[in-house]
């Protein structure tokens, strides 16, 4: 793996680069010979037409070809440019002075009027192009004899000049390609200049030098950089709160510590132990409400991913019918699809936990839950949970006390009634509320909501 | 009913596993995880209390090792974390149920006899067998709805057999139901507290809800009313 963007995106342009110059030579390379072949065709056809055009017939009755012919290089041997006259028996009865020594290649005849054209090598292998003419000579006695012309030319020079051709191409293209990536490499540092400043700016945030990100970057990076700060200030919040929290549960253990000291220090013991008791018990309230308190730590704007309301209910209903098997409580769990909850999976718990070991411990025998979606006036998304059983239900007039800390309706069932209210404080801590009424089923209904990141 | 505590303070162990015994329990103690994982699976137990933050092992896990080695006797977990999260994953590797760390006795004692009760077969805290009934919250003994007085050694004894009704219990157990463990021991106090409880019971002698078997113990004998 590549790690720097800009050797990332200049091996990747390079690449490109690569195949898209090295398609365009082959490209150009095609039409630039397709065109010279093109070229010297019309050249051997012309080239036919004048031998055709030189032609006379002498007393014999054959042809012949005059001594001298306008195109100079069929007077230099080897020149590159070569003709021939073939009679019926294929044998030459002309050949141009250039073609000396030469067996020229003999490609078969067409009909009579037919002009054929054929690439062919010498023998010494330079690749040729003939021009076949076959024709039939009408002399004036009127006898008809055939004849075929053939003009050959060598390919070397077009060869060279197509070579010639490819080394310019390869050397322009060369040229451009290093020229496009100097100048990639050079839009690239302008490009990620902004990522630098970044990185140089979270480092002075590391070493305390900064509080946060600033704000002048490229609108592609102001989203990270807010989230970004988003997160610091989150994280500096939850440190703080956390210190917040230490600092509350250590100064309110400190009350009933002062208490028990100074039940310790009486003259007289009596009653004593009722008295430390009930200061252990206090502690012992203070810490679990402690421990089970939101954890909403999370500023808005950062989702955190969707609780799995659906399976984590499931879980608690396992697990609570486990617990409360001698009343095997019926726990029908309904939620609608569109819920979601982007919230602490563990305050999520708890409340649910909470709400539904209340409706075990009360109910007869039926419980339900069911979670739908909801939306505040701001706009704002949550879900509502709402837990009902079969119980004897709540009288109205206790139903706010229900929820304070500490409170029992009855005090023959288990439980330390922070319960309640420590689902009254997450639901508070998402913005939401509890509250009670009378269910369906019988019993109670309690109902709480939370909302999370706005809509 | 011999119960193992797996637990590694000291303190709380002690104190605990000294109560239990005061309530007619013989207990088994660990002090790390890899000893009470040995304990459960080589002794034969009818219930263990398992502490969740143990050295060596996690209780956890030695829930989870004990539950694959097919044991089901019940699990009652001792825990100081009390979240949501926590007992579900404590119910899910297989405990039964759990109890939040402080506690008062009185709270473990009614989740142990619970869940003897319930893996004894009974699904309420009622227990009734033809015309007995014996409320196990109350401690309460009624026979044709007629409430019986009993002492507290009588009732643990009667609550003992009919827990396990239909099961031969024997006199040994019964001892270490009633005593400490190092109590003098003496069967016949056993043949005493038998002796009483069929006549108050069964004043008439028509329903013999006790049976002796010789050399063997005693059953209670009467059908069980399961109300599911």
């Not at chain 1, 040729?128 to 020079?157: Q, R």
Request: with cysteine.
């Amino acid at each position: 793996m590549i790690s720097s963007l800009s050797t990332r995106l200049l091996v990747s342009v390079g690449v490109l680069l690569l195949v898209f110059f090295g398609v365009t030579i082959v490209v150009l390379e095609v039409a630039f010979r397709d065109a010279g072949e093109q070229a010297q065709q019309d050249i051997l056809d012309s080239q036919i037409m004048a031998l055709l055009a030189a032609a006379e017939p002498d007393e014999a009755g054959e042809l012949v070809m005059p001594p001298d012919l306008p195109e100079p290089r069929y007077g230099t041997p080897g020149s590159g440019l070569y003709a021939e006259l073939r009679d019926a028996a294929k044998q030459a009865v002309w050949q141009s002075r250039s073609a000396i020594g030469m067996r020229l290649p003999r490609p078969a005849a067409g009909e009579p009027g037919e002009q054929r054209l054929s690439r062919l090598t010498l023998e010494d292998g330079t690749p040729v192009m003939t021009s076949t003419l076959a024709v039939s000579w009408e002399f004036a006695n009127g006898e008809l004899k055939p004849y075929t012309f053939h003009v050959t030319e060598s390919l070397d020079s077009l060869n060279a000049q197509i070579a010639a051709y490819r080394r310019q191409l390869f050397g322009w293209f060369s040229v451009l390609a290093l020229l496009m990536l100097f100048a990639i490499s050079l839009a690239m540092r302008s490009v990620l200049r902004p990522l630098r400043q970044i990185e140089s700016e979270i480092e002075s945030i590391e070493a305390g030098k900064r509080q946060a990100l600033s704000d002048d970057f490229p609108t592609e990076l102001k989203g990270v950089a807010r989230n970004m700060n988003l997160l610091i200030g989150s994280e500096r919040g939850r440190a703080e709160r956390y210190r917040h929290t230490l600092d509350n549960l250590a100064h309110s253990l400190k009350t009933p510590l002062a208490a028990m000291q100074a039940v310790l220090e009486e003259k007289t013991p009596e009653g004593s132990q009722e008295k430390l008791t009930a200061q252990l018990e206090r502690m012992n309230d203070i810490v679990r409400y402690q421990l089970r308190k939101p954890a909403k730590l999370i500023v808005e704007g950062i989702g955190l991913p969707p609780v799995a309301i659906r399976s984590e209910l499931q879980r608690l209903a396992d697990g609570l019918s486990k617990v409360y098997r001698d009343k095997s409580p019926e726990i029908r769990i309904s939620v609608s699809d569109d819920a979601e909850f982007r919230g602490d999976r563990g305050d999520f718990m708890e409340l649910a936990g909470n709400l539904l070991d209340n409706a075990c411990k009360w109910c007869k025998k039926e419980i339900s839950v069911e979670v739908s979606s909801i939306a505040n006036d701001a706009q704002r998304k949550g879900i509502a949970l709402v837990v009902s059983d079969d119980g004897n239900g709540v009288p109205a007039e206790l139903a706010d006390q229900l929820l304070e800390r500490g409170m029992r309706l009855d005090e023959s069932a288990p439980g330390h009634g922070i319960g309640l209210a420590v689902v009254r404080e997450i639901a508070a801590s998402y913005d939401g509320n509890i509250t009670v009424a009378n269910a369906e089923l019988g019993g109670a209904r309690f109902t709480a909501t939370l909302y999370t990141a706005a809509n | 009913m011999r119960l193992l505590l797996i637990e590694d303070d000291e303190t709380l162990r002690e104190s605990l596993a000294g109560q239990l015994v005061e309530a007619g329990f013989g207990v088994e103690k660990a002090k790390d995880g890899r000893e009470g994982l040995y304990f459960a699976q080589e002794y034969p137990i009818d219930l263990a209390i398992v502490d969740l933050g143990l050295p060596e092992m996690p209780g956890l896990d030695v829930i989870r090792q004990v539950r694959s080695e097919g044991k089901t006797y019940p699990i009652l977990i001792l825990t100081a974390r009390d979240r949501w999260q926590d007992k579900v994953d404590g119910l899910e590797a297989g405990a039964d149920d759990y109890v939040v760390k402080p506690f008062h006795f009185e709270e473990i004692s009614a989740r142990v006899n619970a869940l003897l009760r319930r893996s004894g077969g009974w699904a309420s805290s009622v227990l009734t067998a033809g015309p007995v009934q014996l409320d196990t919250a109350r401690q309460d003994l009624k026979v044709n709805d007629q409430s019986i007085e009993l002492t507290s050694y009588e009732y643990r004894i009667i609550e003992h057999l009919m827990m396990r009704a239909g099961e031969v219990i024997s006199k040994s157990e019964l001892t270490d139901r009633l005593y400490d463990q190092d109590f003098e021991r003496d069967s016949n106090v056993i043949e005493v507290f038998i002796g009483r409880l069929r006549k108050k019971l069964d004043p008439d002698n028509t329903i013999k809800p006790i049976e002796t078997l010789r050399g063997r113990g005693y059953r209670f004998a009467l059908e069980r009313n399961q109300a599911e």
